[in-house]
């Protein structure tokens, strides 16, 4: 014997939901990063043609507000899929719903704060046309809500309907 209970532990599942969620959000901000660099560079410091200083900033500037939607739709994506992981461990469909709903709520803010870390980072020519992270904070509170209801009602029917 291992001396590990049968019973999944609460925190070692919030826990769980929260590192993926964190670790997606930090692959995320890194590859935001890189892509907004590289548009940058292609389309705003190596660009020729007619009219590089308008389409480039603008193109950045789509480029980064892409990455922060899709920062924003894999939150409840991510929700879904974990609370059903997670709920099918618990045999209380409430505690299920809130072990779910919680780490789904902790985990995307952890995500956004570290996908949005990374797309801050952008810096130097043709970066002023990038919004404010100011603006983000809307979107960003609804999306937290989406996914921590997203969370909370995979996790219960995890519980009730995998096993």
């Known amino acids: 014997m291992s001396g590990r209970s049968a019973l ?10 929260v590192a993926v969620f964190a670790l997606v959000g930090a692959a995320l901000g890194v590859v935001g990063f890189v892509a907004g660099d590289w548009a940058r560079t292609q389309f705003v410091t190596a660009a020729t043609g007619a009219q590089p200083t308008t389409f480039g900033p603008v193109f950045l500037a789509l480029s980064v507000f892409q990455t922060t939607v ?25 505690a299920a719903a809130g072990v779910a709903a919680g780490g789904a709520l902790v985990g995307f803010f952890a995500m956004a704060g570290l996908g949005l870390l990374g797309l801050s980072t952008l810096s130097g020519p043709g970066t002023g046309q990038v919004y404010a992270l100011r603006a983000a904070v809307g979107p960003l509170l609804l999306s937290g809500v989406a996914t921590t209801v997203t969370g909370g009602v995979a996790g219960a029917l995890g519980s009730r309907f995998v096993r």
């Open 70 to 94: 899709t920062l924003f739709f894999a939150g409840p994506v991510l929700a879904a899929v974990l609370g059903l992981l997670s709920g099918s461990r618990f045999a209380d469909p409430s």
């Open 8 to 17: 999944p532990s609460v925190r070692r599942q919030a826990g769980l939901i």
